[in-house]
Every structure is written in C-alpha cells, then in structure tokens.
C-alpha cells in the first residue's frame, strides 16, 4: 500500500478541534473553510491545522484517527498549546 495519506487536527477561532484524514492536508483545510465536506465545520471556520502526521497508509490513517479521537489527554494537551 502507497503511505500517501495524512492525519491533521485543525483548529477554529473559538478553541474547537476537528481531527481528519486526507491526501492533501491543504487542499482539505481549504474545503472545510469553503463549506464542502464534514458537516461538522460548515460554518465554523476559519480552520487552521495546528498538529499534522504522516505519510502512513489508509489504514493506518484511519486507525490512528480513531485513536486520537478518544484520546482526551491528547486534546487537552494540544488545547493548551494555544
């Protein structure tokens, strides 16, 4: 498997964190600030990405999202960086 694919965790005005995957980590952060894609950024934006990972595969993007979304500690550690 090609490791094309990349995690980001973006971040609004007010504080909230969206964590994604996506080939291109620009072009997606340009979409979520467009309205197109998750539902959850539409009109919450600006988003900026504030912590990247990768290359890795789909799969390993995939799982490392999930793990990322559970993790608490790792959000509030990121929060506090800001």
Do not use: C
Request: charged share 30%; aromatic share 8%.
């Amino acid at each position: 498997m090609s490791k094309e694919w990349h995690l980001y965790i973006a971040r609004n005005p007010k504080g909230i964190l969206y964590t994604g995957i996506a080939k291109d980590i620009n072009a997606r952060i340009a979409a979520h600030n467009d309205g197109i894609g998750a539902k959850f950024t539409r009109g919450r934006g600006p988003w900026i990405p504030v912590h990247t990972e990768g290359p890795m595969d789909h799969g390993e993007a995939l799982k490392r999202e999930i793990k990322i979304k559970k993790d608490r500690k790792f959000k509030k550690a990121l929060k506090a960086q800001f």
